[in-house]
Nanobody, 124 residues
Framework: QVQLVESGGGLVQAGGSLRLSCAVS????????MGWFRQAPGKEREFVAG????????YYADSVKGRFTISRDNAKNTVYLQMNSLKPEDTAVYYC?????????????????WGQGTQVTVSS
């Protein structure tokens, strides 16, 4: 079993920054590609960013390219999401997820394990 715990969410003004962390326990962290998703009220869960098992490849939703950066530290079993130039439309619950199905997966159904989510609120 794999457990994921997100942290780092909060309230920030537009233009500000936040760094989310996701600590992973259980099976070998480096066996999983990781992703960040978000879900706003009344909307479907959407892909934000992903990173390959080694950390050598990253991929992003068009809406966050150039503003968000995903990274991972396999020694610390942690994946991060640095969010800069935040906008009110970034407000959502952010989830990290792990997949054993390889990289470049952007559909939630392709991910095996999920965290409980952390709220990010961006005020205008």
């Amino acid at each position: 079993q794999v457990q994921l715990v997100e942290s780092g969410g909060g309230l920030v003004q537009a233009g500000g920054s936040l760094r989310l962390s996701c600590a992973v326990s259980g099976r070998t962290f480096s066996s999983y590609a990781m992703g960040w998703f978000r879900q706003a009220p009344g909307k479907e869960r959407e892909f934000v960013a992903g990173i390959a098992r080694s950390g050598g490849s990253t991929y992003y939703a068009d809406s966050v390219k150039g503003r968000f950066t995903i990274s991972r530290d396999n020694a610390k079993n942690t994946v991060y999401l640095q969010m800069n130039s935040l906008k009110p439309e970034d407000t959502a619950v952010y989830y990290c997820a792990a997949t054993s199905r390889g990289s470049y997966n952007t559909q939630p159904s392709r991910y095996n394990y999920w965290g409980q989510g952390t709220q990010v609120t961006v005020s205008s």
